[in-house]
């Protein structure tokens, strides 16, 4: 499955570039599976995909690793009342993966 189809995301043609790259380096497969990655191989794609993802839903990040702590969530726009406030870091996919369920 393509990364488009997956989600929804158009690439710009830098990043078209990087990931053909990354294909022709044998990182990233042209079937989109990665397989047999070693910890650089790892954080290379990684920071590819992630920050695709970043910059398209506008997320900013104050730190590169999970340390485990609640997170305080500010939110806004429509139903932005059920996302904020002191969260345990685990709460915060199961809540938006159970709206997302929600929305199909």
């Given at each position: 499955?393509?990364?488009?189809?997956?989600?929804?995301?158009?690439?710009?043609?830098?990043e078209?570039?990087?990931?053909?790259?990354?294909?022709?380096?044998q990182l990233?497969?042209?079937?989109?599976?990665?397989?047999?990655?070693?910890?650089?191989d790892?954080?290379?794609?990684?920071?590819?995909?992630?920050?695709i993802?970043?910059?398209?839903?506008?997320?900013?990040?104050?730190?590169?690793?999970?340390?485990?702590e609640?997170?305080?969530?500010?939110a806004?726009?429509?139903?932005?009342?059920?996302?904020?406030g002191?969260?345990?870091?685990?709460?915060?996919?199961?809540?938006?993966?159970?709206?997302?369920?929600?929305?199909?």
């Amino acid at each position: 499955m393509s990364l488009k189809k997956a989600t929804h995301i158009k690439l710009t043609v830098e990043e078209k570039a990087k990931l053909v790259a990354l294909q022709k380096s044998q990182l990233i497969k042209t079937s989109g599976e990665i397989t047999d990655l070693n910890y650089q191989d790892v954080k290379l794609v990684y920071g590819f995909l992630a920050k695709i993802i970043s910059d398209r839903s506008y997320t900013g990040w104050t730190t590169h690793g999970h340390t485990g702590e609640d997170v305080h969530l500010y939110a806004y726009g429509q139903a932005s009342e059920q996302l904020r406030g002191n969260w345990p870091n685990t709460k915060i996919a199961e809540a938006i993966f159970g709206w997302l369920d929600n929305q199909q």
